[in-house]
């Protein structure tokens, strides 16, 4: 029995050791057929990868500063009355825009109307006062040269009159003082901008010490952006700042997209924060549309310099890896990619200068990366930028071959880059002038 079992054992163990061995064996060969079908298909022995690629053009490109901003406005006032009174006129609309000087509510001048009255009759009285001791004085005078009265009665009529027109002046301080205190129940807008809610009701009294006041007027023609660089950016903006150049700034939306309003930049502030290592910037902007609204965050782009006939490439282009900075280059005839290594320059939207690795013409691939190495061959596709089925291409158009249709948007962005078509298509983006020069490509046709 004990034979038996010790064959039975032998007999199980062999049985696993062959199975462990056929795995192995079958695992070994599975990575064998993966490496070589992976090579077959990267290596240019097989299935090509399909990419999109265009080809570097030369193109002016901004230096530019951005910053997250917040608009300021440039002034804010918070309107109280200077009397204390009932309010018996409201002349505004909440929300409204209004100009310096422009009338917004009244205090009930009754009061100033009578106290303005007593003062003008005190001052009359006065007045009177003085003109009778002026008066006396001349036959005081008469009378002392004829040794008539004594010299004290004299000094004592000189010291009346200087009196009386103490008090005069006084009285007409008085009729000043009751004038400005009728003026001040006439409230005016002290700075044009617009204004918030109203904070006081019709019949309510107010008082020149009300924290809330009227209403506040907000300052929005013109309005500023405030928005911080880093401190190893600032020099050349001081240098340019300090040459008395305007330095021309864009404020973008949140997401960076649309561009909302154009301006300059005015100054810069005398510290530089320790916590961050930014210096606060201040760009004003007229604001004709009012595009800008106070204590909005906007992107804040400046516009410090700009690099002529650089090559340009869309920042999609741009990888970052082992190598560093690098693009994948396509061989137009070879179809095979290389890895080229380049030194980034400016960025400008969504394109991107490219300092040193690469020459305009060079077409470098901006989709379908993820699945390139060197040496790799490809599939040039073409993006389907196609217009709607109402407006077909032309048919010369159709046959035209990727490296063609590269050259012809590299020449005509250059066009859009010296103006040509306007600053509204300038200002955008690579893939919005596509759009845009497609939809009037589509108009001259129609």
């Given at each position: 029995?004990?034979?038996?079992?010790?064959?039975?054992?032998?007999?199980?163990?062999?049985?696993?050791?062959?199975?462990?061995?056929?795995?192995?064996?079958?695992?070994?060969?599975?990575?064998?057929?993966?490496?070589?079908?992976?090579?077959?298909?990267?290596?240019?022995?097989?299935?090509?990868?399909?990419?999109?690629?265009?080809?570097?053009?030369?193109?002016?490109?901004?230096?530019?500063?951005?910053?997250?901003?917040?608009?300021?406005?440039?002034?804010?006032?918070?309107?109280?009355?200077?009397?204390?009174?009932?309010?018996?006129?409201?002349?505004?609309?909440?929300?409204?825009?209004?100009?310096?000087?422009?009338?917004?509510?009244?205090?009930?001048?009754?009061?100033?109307?009578?106290?303005?009255?007593?003062?003008?009759?005190?001052?009359?009285?006065?007045?009177?006062?003085?003109?009778?001791?002026?008066?006396?004085?001349?036959?005081?005078?008469?009378?002392?040269?004829?040794?008539?009265?004594?010299?004290?009665?004299?000094?004592?009529?000189?010291?009346l009159v200087r009196q009386n027109e103490a008090t005069l002046k006084m009285d007409q301080a008085n009729v000043e003082n009751a004038r400005l205190q009728l003026a001040y129940s006439r409230i005016t807008a002290p700075v044009s901008g617009r204004l918030g809610l109203r904070q006081v009701d019709l019949g309510n009294m107010v008082r020149a010490g009300d924290a809330n006041g009227l209403v506040v007027i907000t300052q929005l023609q013109p309005i500023t952006v405030v928005f911080p660089i880093a401190e190893d950016s600032l020099p050349p903006v001081m240098k340019k700042l300090a040459a008395g150049e305007k330095l021309p700034v864009a404020a973008y939306d949140r997401a960076g997209k649309t561009q909302l309003a154009s301006g300059t930049l005015i100054t810069a502030d005398n510290v530089i924060d320790p916590a961050t290592g930014t210096v606060k910037l201040k760009a004003q902007f007229s604001n004709e549309d009012y595009g800008l609204f106070p204590s909005q965050f906007v992107n804040a782009r400046m516009l410090v310099d700009t690099r002529k006939d650089a090559t340009v490439v869309p920042t999609a282009a741009v990888q970052r890896g082992t190598p560093g900075t690098f693009v994948y280059a396509v061989d137009p005839e070879k179809k095979v990619v290389s890895v080229k290594k380049v030194r980034v320059g400016p960025q400008q939207g969504e394109r991107v200068a490219i300092e040193e690795g690469i020459s305009p013409g060079t077409l470098v691939v901006v989709d379908g990366t993820d699945r390139l190495r060197e040496g790799a061959t490809v599939e040039l596709v073409v993006r389907d930028d196609s217009p709607p089925k109402d407006s077909p291409r032309k048919k010369g158009d159709q046959k035209l071959s990727v490296e063609e249709r590269a050259r012809r948007w590299q020449e005509l962005n250059a066009r859009i880059d010296r103006g040509d078509f306007g600053e509204e298509i300038r200002k955008l983006p690579e893939e919005e002038r596509k759009k845009k020069m497609r939809e009037l490509r589509d108009k001259a046709q129609k």
């Open positions: 029995m004990k034979r038996k079992a010790l064959w039975a054992l032998v007999v199980v163990v062999l049985v696993a050791a062959g199975a462990g061995a056929g795995w192995f064996i079958y695992q070994r060969i599975g990575e064998a057929k993966v490496k070589a079908a992976t090579k077959t298909n990267y290596r240019g022995g097989g299935a090509s990868v399909p990419v999109v690629a265009v080809a570097a053009s030369t193109a002016d490109i901004g230096v530019q500063l951005e910053g997250l901003g917040t608009v300021t406005p440039v002034a804010t006032v918070t309107v109280r009355s200077r009397v204390d009174g009932q309010l018996v006129k409201i002349g505004f609309r909440e929300g409204q825009v209004v100009k310096a000087g422009d009338f917004l509510a009244e205090i009930d001048p009754r009061p100033f109307q009578v106290a303005l009255a007593q003062a003008e009759a005190q001052l009359a009285r006065d007045a009177a006062l003085l003109k009778n001791a002026q008066v006396d004085l001349e036959r005081y005078r008469v009378l002392f040269k004829q040794d008539s009265i004594a010299q004290q009665q004299l000094a004592t009529q000189e010291a």
